[in-house]
C-alpha cells in the first residue's frame, strides 16, 4: 500500500559506506528526526566503485555493491514496518559505457555492431563513422597502433573493447580496423552517440522506443508490482526525445498513486508544464525562492563595484560558444538532421543554430506552455544577425515538420544550458556566489517577500506535492555555507574592504579568481579557525575544480599547470597566513546572523508548499562545497548523540517541523496558504505565513540591520486562537511582538493549541 509523501530523507547510496543493511540501522534515527520517506540516490547496477550511482551500466539488476534485490527488500520491509516508504532515484537518459565490459548492452553493440539486439537501444550516429561507432577515448588518433589482442579482446591500459568473431586475426591496429567501432582521440571532439551533455562515458538510451523502455524498466515495474517503493525522482528527463512521452508510460507503469517528481531545472519565468503526469520538480525553484529571501537587495550596488562590470551578453556568449566547441558533434548531426527534412544546408547553418540557441531561456522549449520560446528566439537572433536570416528560415522549416529535427534541438538547448551555465558561468560569476546555484538566477539579486508569497501561494493551489529542497548532491555548495555567503550582502562594504586588505596582504594570481574563491572560504571556515588537513585537502579540491570549470585560465581538457599551481600556492598561502585570522575573526563577527538565515531559511523550506527532502546530514549545520564534497559520509552517531540531546538549533528545527508534519499530513499535503505581514518598523524583517487552521510559521531576515534598530513596534499578525510555539514552549495569541516571539530563536513555529 502506497504511504502518503509527507517529507523526504536523502541518502547517497555507495557499497562503500552506504548500502541497504546501513540503511536499515539509520531507520531508527530517521523515525526519530520524522522522515516519513527514505529517498534513496540510484541503486541499479553502477560502475565499479561508483560513488553516486549515476553511471548505470546493468539497468535490469539492484545493485550487488549495495546488497542486490534481497537486500532492498530487506531494507523496504524494515521501513515499513517503523511506516515509513522508499523513493527511488532512478536514470532513464543515459548509462555508463566508461569501462565497455561492465555494460552488456553496450558491449554487445560494439561487438556486434547494427547485428546486435541492442544497437536501437543507444542513439548511434551510424552515418558519421560510416557504419561504425566513432569512440572517442583515446589519448590521441595515434594510440591506435598501441591496441593489442588479448583472445577476443582488444586492450589499451585499463581500456577493453571486444572483438566481433572471426575478426581477431593480426596486430592490434589491423583487428580494430575490422570492428564495428572506430576509437578516437578525444580531443577531436566528434562522437558516435548522443552523450548526457558532453560526457563520453554516459551514452544516452532511446526511451521513445517501447523495447527499449520496457527493458530499462522491468526492474522498477517490479519494484511497485511488489510494493517495495512509493515512489521515484526522474533524473534529467529534458536529455530524453520526448520527455511528457516517457512520463506518460511511467504513469501507467508505476500507478496513479506513485510520487513522482522530475528534476526539471526551471528558468525564473519558467512554469511547469501542468500537463506532465507528474507531482512537480525536484525543488530547485523552492531552493532560489527560500535562498533568495535572506539576500539583502541593499548590498546589490557595493558587491556589483567589488566584482566590476557584468558583461550582459556573457551568458548566451557562452552558450553559443558551447554548441560550436564542447557540443560540435551534437550540432554536426542536428545540422545534417535540418538539411536531411528540408534538402537545403546554407552555409551559416551551424553559426546560426548556436546563435538562435544562445536565445532560448528554457532547458527546452518544446513544452505545450512554452510555445512563444521559439519564434520569439528565432525572432530575436534575426534581428541582432540578419545574416542568419536564411538559415533561420530553413531551422524554422525543419522544426515544423521533422520531429527529430525538433528532439534533437531541444536535447542540444539543455545540454547548451547546462554546460555554459551551470557549469561555466556560475563558476566565473564573483558577485555574490550564494547566488549561482542550480535553478539559480545570479542576475536577480534575491527574491522579494511579494515574489516568494506569490510563488508559494502558486505551488499550494498547482504543485502542493512538489519536492523541495536546499541542497542536494547537484548543488553547487550546501545550504549553510550558501546562508553565511548570503550574509555578505548585508554587509557589502566591510567585505569588500576586506577582500581589497586581503588581496594586498596575499597577492592572488588573478583577481576575479581570487574573489570568487574568497567567497567560498568564507562560507565553509571554521569557527575556531583551525584548518585541518581534511578542510585543506577539501578546499584545494574545490579550487581546483573551480577554475577548471570557469575555463578562463585553465580548463579540464587544457589545464593549465602554472596557473593551478599558482591558485594552490596561493590558497595555501590564504590558509597560514595572516588573512586566516581575520577570516576567523569575521566568521565569528557574522556568525550569528549566518545562523540565523540558516535556520530561516530551513523552517521555511520545511513548512512551505510542497514536499520537503532533507539531504543527509543537512538536518545540522555542515560545511559541505560542491560535488564530490557533498557526498561524503555523515557521521551519524554524532547526529543520533545531539538529537538525544536536543542542544542543536538546526537539528531541532528540523526534529520539530517534521514532528508537525506527520500530526497534520492534510495540512500540509494539500492545507492552503496564507502570507502573514508583519506591521511596524521593522516588519520588512518578518516573513511569515498560516498553513491551514493548525500552523503558523515565522522568521526573521537581514539581522544585522535588525540588530541596529531592534523590532520596535513591529508585531506578528496571528489568526484567532492561541497558538504554542513547539521550538520555544511559549504560548501567544492575537498580533504578539515580533520581539517576543524571536527572543530565544530566529524562527518560529507556532501550532493552534486552543485546548
Given at each position: 500500500m502506497t504511504r502518503p509523501v509527507l517529507s523526504t530523507y536523502r541518502l547517497q547510496m555507495r557499497g562503500d559506506c552506504c548500502t541497504f543493511d546501513d540503511a536499515i540501522d539509520l531507520l531508527d534515527y530517521l523515525d526519530r528526526l520524522g522522515a516519513s520517506h527514505l529517498y534513496l540516490s540510484p541503486i541499479l547496477t553502477a560502475a565499479l566503485g561508483s560513488t553516486h550511482g549515476y553511471d548505470v551500466t546493468d539497468p535490469t539488476t539492484v545493485s550487488a555493491a549495495l546488497g542486490g534485490p534481497d537486500g532492498l527488500r530487506r531494507l523496504s520491509e524494515a521501513a515499513r514496518a517503523r511506516d515509513i516508504g522508499l523513493i527511488i532515484d532512478i536514470v532513464p537518459n543515459h548509462v555508463g559505457v566508461a569501462h565497455p565490459e561492465q555494460n552488456p548492452w553496450w558491449w554487445d553493440v560494439l561487438r556486434y555492431g547494427r547485428a546486435s539486439a541492442y544497437a536501437d537501444y543507444f542513439d548511434i550516429d551510424w552515418e558519421l563513422g560510416e557504419g561504425r561507432i566513432v569512440l572517442p577515448v583515446l589519448g590521441s588518433d595515434d594510440d591506435v597502433a598501441d591496441l593489442r589482442v588479448d583472445g577476443d579482446r582488444l586492450r589499451l591500459g585499463d581500456l577493453v573493447f571486444p572483438v566481433a568473431p572471426g575478426t581477431a586475426t593480426g596486430s592490434g591496429s589491423q583487428v580494430h580496423d575490422r570492428q564495428h567501432y572506430r576509437l578516437t582521440g578525444w580531443r577531436n571532439g566528434i562522437c558516435g552517440y548522443r552523450r548526457f551533455f558532453s560526457i563520453t562515458s554516459l551514452a544516452a538510451l532511446r526511451q521513445e522506443d517501447p523495447a527499449v523502455f520496457d527493458a530499462s524498466h522491468a526492474e522498477i515495474k517490479r519494484w511497485f508490482d511488489e510494493g517495495l517503493v512509493d515512489g521515484l525522482r526522474i533524473d534529467h528527463p529534458d536529455g530524453l526525445s520526448d520527455p511528457a512521452g516517457y512520463l506518460r508510460r511511467l504513469r501507467e507503469l508505476t500507478g496513479p498513486d506513485a510520487w513522482i517528481v522530475v528534476e526539471k531545472i526551471l528558468a525564473a519565468d519558467e512554469s511547469l508544464d501542468a500537463s506532465l503526469t507528474v507531482d512537480g520538480t525536484t525543488g530547485y525553484d523552492a531552493l532560489r525562492e527560500v535562498g533568495g529571501l535572506f539576500i539583502d537587495p541593499a548590498g546589490e550596488t557595493a558587491l556589483s563595484a567589488l566584482s566590476g562590470p557584468r558583461e550582459p551578453e556573457a551568458e548566451r556568449t557562452l552558450k553559443a560558444a558551447a554548441v560550436t566547441d564542447t557540443l560540435a558533434s551534437e550540432l554536426?548531426?542536428?545540422?545534417?538532421?535540418?538539411?536531411?527534412?528540408?534538402?537545403?544546408?546554407?552555409?551559416?547553418?551551424p553559426a546560426a543554430l548556436a546563435a538562435l540557441i544562445s536565445r532560448i531561456g528554457v532547458y527546452r522549449g518544446d513544452y505545450p506552455a512554452l510555445g512563444a520560446v521559439l519564434p520569439m528566439a528565432l525572432q530575436e537572433t534575426a534581428s541582432s544577425a540578419p545574416e542568419f536570416t536564411d538559415a533561420l528560415a530553413t531551422v524554422a522549416v525543419a522544426l515544423s515538420t521533422s520531429t527529430e529535427a525538433v528532439t534533437r534541438f531541444n536535447q542540444l538547448c539543455g545540454a547548451a544550458t547546462a554546460k555554459a551555465v551551470e557549469d561555466c558561468l556560475f563558476y566565473r560569476d564573483a558577485r555574490l556566489v550564494a547566488l549561482n546555484e542550480v535553478g539559480g538566477a545570479p542576475d536577480l539579486f534575491g527574491v522579494s517577500v511579494a515574489e516568494f508569497h506569490q510563488r508559494t501561494a502558486t505551488r499550494a493551489r498547482v504543485w502542493p506535492?512538489?519536492?523541495?529542497?536546499?541542497?542536494?548532491?547537484?548543488?553547487?555548495?550546501?545550504?549553510?555555507?550558501?546562508?553565511?555567503?548570503?550574509?555578505?550582502?548585508?554587509?557589502?562594504?566591510?567585505?569588500?574592504?576586506?577582500?581589497?586588505?586581503?588581496?594586498?596582504?596575499?597577492?592572488?594570481?588573478?583577481?576575479?579568481?581570487?574573489?570568487?574563491?574568497?567567497?567560498?572560504?568564507?562560507?565553509?571556515?571554521?569557527?575556531?579557525?583551525?584548518?585541518?588537513?581534511?578542510?585543506?585537502?577539501?578546499?584545494?579540491?574545490?579550487?581546483?575544480?573551480?577554475?577548471?570549470?570557469?575555463?578562463?585560465?585553465?580548463?579540464?581538457?587544457d589545464p593549465s599547470t602554472d596557473f593551478e599551481d599558482a591558485v594552490h600556492a596561493w590558497l595555501d598561502r590564504v590558509l597560514d597566513g595572516p588573512n586566516a585570522q581575520e577570516l576567523t575573526a569575521l566568521v565569528g563577527r557574522l556568525s550569528s546572523h549566518a545562523r540565523s538565515d540558516s535556520l530561516g531559511q530551513k523552517l521555511l523550506q520545511l513548512t512551505a508548499p510542497g514536499i520537503p527532502d532533507v539531504y543527509q546530514g543537512t538536518e545540522s549545520a555542515e560545511d559541505s562545497l560542491v560535488d564530490p564534497d557533498n557526498r561524503r559520509p555523515v557521521d551519524y552517531p554524532v547526529l543520533r548523540a545531539a538529537l538525544e540531546r536536543g542542544d542543536d538549533p538546526k537539528l531541532r528545527v528540523t526534529a520539530a517541523a517534521l514532528a508537525l508534519r506527520r500530526r497534520y499530513p492534510e495540512t500540509f499535503r494539500a492545507g492552503g496558504y496564507t502570507p502573514l505581514l508583519g506591521s511596524g518598523s521593522a516588519g520588512r524583517h518578518l516573513v511569515a505565513f498560516a498553513r491551514g487552521e493548525d500552523v503558523v510559521v515565522a522568521v526573521s531576515r537581514w539581522t544585522v540591520r535588525l540588530a541596529e534598530s531592534g523590532w520596535g513596534d513591529t508585531l506578528l499578525p496571528l489568526p484567532d486562537g492561541r497558538w504554542t510555539d513547539r521550538l520555544s514552549g511559549r504560548r501567544w495569541a492575537g498580533p504578539v511582538a515580533a520581539a517576543d516571539v524571536f527572543a530565544e530563536l530566529p524562527v518560529a513555529l507556532l501550532e493552534r493549541t486552543d485546548d
Open positions: 554536426g548531426r542536428l545540422s545534417r538532421t535540418i538539411t536531411a527534412a528540408t534538402g537545403q544546408y546554407p552555409q551559416q547553418l506535492t512538489a519536492m523541495t529542497t536546499l541542497s542536494t548532491h547537484d548543488t553547487k555548495r550546501g545550504e549553510d555555507v550558501r546562508a553565511r555567503i548570503g550574509v555578505l550582502s548585508q554587509v557589502p562594504e566591510i567585505w569588500a574592504d576586506a577582500v581589497e586588505r586581503w588581496t594586498a596582504l596575499t597577492e592572488p594570481p588573478d583577481r576575479a579568481t581570487a574573489l570568487f574563491l574568497w567567497q567560498n572560504i568564507f562560507g565553509a571556515w571554521p569557527g575556531d579557525g583551525t584548518v585541518s588537513d581534511d578542510l585543506r585537502g577539501r578546499l584545494h579540491g574545490y579550487a581546483e575544480k573551480a577554475i577548471r570549470e570557469a575555463a578562463v585560465h585553465t580548463s579540464w581538457h
